[in-house]
C-alpha cells in the first residue's frame, strides 16, 4: 500500500519566484496537512485541508495557499519566494486521527 | 511561543543501554503526545503516542511516560539499538488536528 508521496523531492528557485508542491494522500485518507521544517527546527504547522476544506492554517504569509481537490490530493503554492522559505516542506494525511503519516518532504533552496 | 520544548537537541548512549528522551509542553489544552522518530532523507515515521488519560503506553522497546501536573513527557528505549540512530521529535495535539512540534534530539547509538 502506497505511503504518502510528494513531488518534487528537491527543486531550486530563485527570490521572487513561484513554487507548486504536489501531495498525494495514502489512500481512504481525506485530511492533508503541510509542515514547514526549517534545519534544527521541528516541523511547523501552514495549513490542514480536509474533505476540500480549509480545516486550519498556522502563522504564515499570505503568500502560502494550498488547495485540496476532490481525490483528496493537495497542492501547497508560495509565492514571492524569499531566502527564509528555504525548507523542507512536509505533507502529512490522517483517518481523521491525532496521528499523521508523513510523506518524504519536497526540499526547497531558495537562492 | 515555543510549546513544546525539547531541550536536549542531542544524545549518545551505548548499545543496549537506555535512551531516555525529554519533552516539555506549556499548553494545558494538549490532550494528545506522539514521538517521531525521522531519519535523514525521510519524513518522520510515528513512533508511539499517548492519550492525556494514562501515564504510561509501552508499545516493544519503546514505552512513553506522562507527567500531567509537571507537563512534562519522556521516551525510554531499551535496550538502544544502532538502527535507533535518527531525530526524536516530541509532538502534542490539543484536539484540532494540528500537531505542534518540539525541535528533536538528535540520538546516537555507540556499538
Known amino acids: 500500500d502506497a505511503g504518502v508521496t510528494q513531488s518534487p523531492t528537491h527543486l531550486i528557485k530563485t527570490r521572487g519566484q513561484h513554487v507548486t508542491l504536489r501531495c498525494s494522500p495514502i489512500?481512504?485518507?481525506?485530511?492533508v496537512s503541510w509542515y514547514q521544517q526549517v534545519l534544527g527546527q521541528g516541523p511547523q504547522f501552514i495549513f490542514q485541508y480536509y474533505e476540500k476544506e480549509e480545516r486550519g492554517r498556522g502563522n504564515f504569509p499570505d503568500r502560502f495557499s494550498a488547495r485540496q481537490f476532490p481525490n483528496y490530493s493537495s497542492e501547497l503554492n508560495v509565492n514571492a519566494l524569499l531566502l527564509g522559505d528555504s525548507a523542507l516542506y512536509l505533507c502529512?494525511?490522517?483517518?481523521?486521527?491525532?496521528?499523521?503519516?508523513f510523506g518524504e518532504g519536497s526540499r526547497l533552496t531558495v537562492l | 511561543d515555543q510549546q513544546v520544548k525539547q531541550n536536549s537537541p542531542s544524545l549518545s548512549v551505548q548499545e543496549g543501554r537506555i535512551s531516555i528522551l525529554n519533552c516539555d509542553y506549556t499548553?494545558?489544552?494538549?490532550?494528545?503526545f506522539l514521538w517521531y522518530k525521522k531519519y535523514p532523507a525521510e519524513g518522520p515515521t510515528f513512533l508511539i503516542s499517548i492519550s492525556s488519560i494514562k501515564d504510561k503506553n509501552e508499545d516493544g522497546r519503546f514505552t512513553v511516560f506522562l507527567n500531567k501536573s509537571a507537563k512534562h513527557l519522556s521516551l525510554h528505549i531499551v535496550p538502544s539499538q544502532p538502527g535507533d540512530s535518527a531525530v526524536y521529535f516530541c509532538?502534542?495535539?490539543?484536539?484540532?488536528?494540528?500537531?505542534?512540534f518540539g525541535a528533536g534530539t538528535t540520538v546516537t547509538v555507540r556499538a
Open positions: 499548553n494545558s489544552m494538549f490532550d494528545y
Open positions: 502529512a494525511s490522517n483517518a481523521n486521527t491525532g496521528e499523521l503519516f
Open positions: 509532538a502534542a495535539d490539543a484536539n484540532d488536528y494540528k500537531l505542534s
Open positions: 489512500s481512504g485518507h481525506k485530511s
